[in-house]
T-cell receptor
Framework: DTGVSQDPRHKITKRGQNVTFRCDPI?????LYWYRQTLGQGPEFLTY????????KSRLLSDRFSAERPKGSFSTLEIQRTEQGDSAMYLC????????????FGDGTRLSIL | RKEVEQDPGPFNVPEGATVAFNCTYS??????FFWYRQDCRKEPKLLMS???SGNEDGRFTAQLNRASQYISLLIRDSKLSDSATYLC?????????????FGSGTQLTVLP
């Protein structure tokens, strides 16, 4: 399967714990995006990378959130000191190097904070 | 005002019906438009891009009205498998780092 893959699919953790998610984009895509989606809403942009450079972070991305893409391939999204409001689906997408290109999404990581 | 607005539905239609979804966007400088489909608890999947002249893909027709900042999706001869949430997606203008803004989605259920 050469699509976008995310790991884990589900994560259940206690409030206050740190969690890290991984995303492997489609290999020839140099743009990688993270979104968050809650029930009844469309995905909300969090951050995006062009190659290894993180070019923008949304206001939704508090100081507890950090994303990396060290070699311009896979990316990680870490949430520190999780809060119940962090419960959501975290989606990763990738695209070719153009704002007009459609983005292809991974299956997402569903985070549940107890 | 939301950047991308859609009627949330739900739309419940019988098999074989024609159904249309509308979407409005606030930024007149937006350049690219898409419809994505999302099944329950699954990731969004690209359904089709929307071109200025309108475009068709089988039973699906997308149209764009830049003057009214309005996008539509028409589904003809709807199938049970068309049941999903349809997301209207608009990109940000060139020069803005943020790429896509999603509507909240319109839920469609096709009934036997």
């Amino acid at each position: 399967d050469t699509g976008v893959s995310q790991d884990p699919r589900h994560k259940i953790t206690k409030r206050g714990q740190n969690v890290t998610f991984r995303c492997d984009p489609i290999s020839e895509h140099n743009r990688l995006y993270w979104y968050r989606q809650t029930l009844g809403q469309g995905p909300e942009f969090l951050t995006y990378f062009q190659n290894e450079a993180q070019l923008e972070k949304s206001r939704l991305l508090s100081d507890r959130f950090s994303a990396e893409r060290p070699k311009g391939s896979f990316s990680t999204l870490e949430i520190q000191r999780t809060e119940q409001g962090d419960s959501a689906m975290y989606l990763c997408a990738s695209s070719l190097d153009s704002g007009t290109q459609p983005q292809h999404f991974g299956d997402g990581t569903r985070l549940s904070i107890l | 005002r939301k950047e991308v607005e859609q009627d949330p539905g739900p739309f419940n239609v019988p098999e074989g019906a024609t159904v249309a979804f509308n979407c409005t966007y606030s930024n007149s400088a937006s350049q690219s438009f898409f419809w994505y489909r999302q099944d329950c608890r699954k990731e969004p999947k690209l359904l089709m891009s929307v071109y200025s002249s309108g475009n068709e893909d089988g039973r699906f027709t997308a149209q764009l009205n830049r003057a009214s900042q309005y996008i539509s999706l028409l589904i003809r001869d709807s199938k049970l498998s068309d049941s999903a949430t349809y997301l209207c997606v608009v990109n940000q203008p060139s020069g803005s780092a943020r790429q896509l803004t999603f509507g909240s989605g319109t839920q469609l259920t096709v009934l036997p």
